[in-house]
């Protein structure tokens, strides 16, 4: 397994994923709206969200963002690269929580693990190009377009434009 330590925010505690955060993001990622810009469509059932959240085969890891009661507001994670020293990350905050600034101060504490403890050299970030949320989300935090691509992928909304964020360490730590 891979270790997946705790994070601290002002507001969040991000911790390993459990059984039960599929009952918790289930609401969020069972509607089809708030699943828009993940490659597949919203799930049908928490077994099947949970099936996908804890696939054995799959090489990331993830963070469940909890406030101070204990409810789940997000899921972070984050995947391997191309090679060693790079990884993509990705997010998505529960709906009853959009709004409050929990993607931005928790993906800050994540970027900041990564590049401190991790001692990565870079992180990206694939976003669907309409996504405008997420867009400037990844630009506040220091994130650069690397790539556009046009008709780049096909998921359960159509033919799909994406566009690729890249953020290097030395970037991040020049921001103080």
Known sequence: MIDVPTLKTDRFTLRPLRREDAAALFPTLGEETQC?????????????????????????????????????????????????????IGYITCA???????????????????????GLRKLTAEVDADNTASIRLLERLGFTREAFFREHETTHIGLRDVMMYGLLASEWAARG
């Open 36 to 88: 828009r810009y993940l490659t597949r469509p919203a799930f049908e059932s928490e077994e099947e969200l949970w099936g996908w959240l804890a696939e054995p085969d799959w090489n990331g890891r993830t963070w469940i963002a909890e406030d101070g009661e204990g409810e789940v507001a997000a899921r972070f994670v984050s995947v391997p690269g191309h090679e060693d020293g790079v990884e993509e």
């Open 96 to 118: 009853h929580r959009q709004g409050e600034g929990v993607a931005r101060e928790c993906t800050q504490a994540l970027v900041a693990h990564l590049f401190t403890a991790d």
